[in-house]
């Protein structure tokens, strides 16, 4: 191969857009944000089935509204918790927008935490 040959090759490789790489869970950050995120899935999704399961039904069945009034304020606290720490979790494992809004409104439905947790960990372990 002539000089010049070799120079154009360099040129066009130097030139070439490098594929976006893989996040894995040696990537700094990973393993503390899906930590991070699996506690506050767990946290949220009890907070939300006390609420659903204990604190509704005692309100509207047995005229006793305080367990909402209590219940209520931390779920929707922790629920912000969980907001931040997927986001997080999805930012740095390379998650499109539309799974991390998907992530996030696992927090509001009963259960529903407790599955996005364990597709969490599928997503983050298969990338590795």
Same mark, same amino acid.
């Given at each position: 191969m002539t %000089? &010049?040959? %070799? !120079?154009?090759?360099?040129?066009?490789? *130097?030139?070439? #857009?490098?594929?976006?790489?893989?996040?894995? !869970?040696? %990537?700094?950050? #990973?393993? /503390?944000?899906?930590? &991070?995120?699996r !506690?506050?899935?767990? $946290? $949220? /999704?009890?907070?939300?089935?006390?609420?659903? @399961?204990? =604190?509704?039904?005692?309100?509207? !069945?047995a005229?006793?509204?305080?367990g909402?009034? +209590?219940?209520?304020? +931390?779920? /929707?606290?922790?629920y912000?918790?969980? #907001?931040? @720490?997927?986001? *997080? @979790?999805?930012?740095?494992? /390379?998650?499109?927008?539309?799974? +991390?809004?998907?992530?996030? @409104?696992?927090?509001? +439905?009963?259960? $529903?935490?407790?599955?996005?947790?364990r597709? =969490? #960990?599928?997503w983050? &372990?298969?990338?590795?």
């Open positions: %000089e &010049r040959a %070799e !120079l154009a090759t360099d040129a066009v490789q *130097d030139d070439a #857009v490098p594929a976006a790489p893989a996040v894995t !869970l040696a %990537e700094p950050g #990973v393993p /503390g944000a899906l930590s &991070r995120y !506690l506050s899935s767990y $946290v $949220v /999704g009890v907070a939300l089935l006390a609420l659903t @399961l204990v =604190a509704m039904p005692l309100k509207y !069945l005229d006793q509204p305080a909402v009034a +209590i219940v209520s304020p +931390i779920h /929707g606290l922790l912000m918790v969980y #907001v931040v @720490l997927t986001f *997080d @979790l999805g930012r740095r494992a /390379g998650w499109p927008f539309g799974r +991390i809004v998907l992530m996030m @409104l696992a927090g509001t +439905i009963p259960f $529903v935490s407790f599955y996005a947790e597709r =969490a #960990v599928a983050v &372990r298969a990338a590795a």
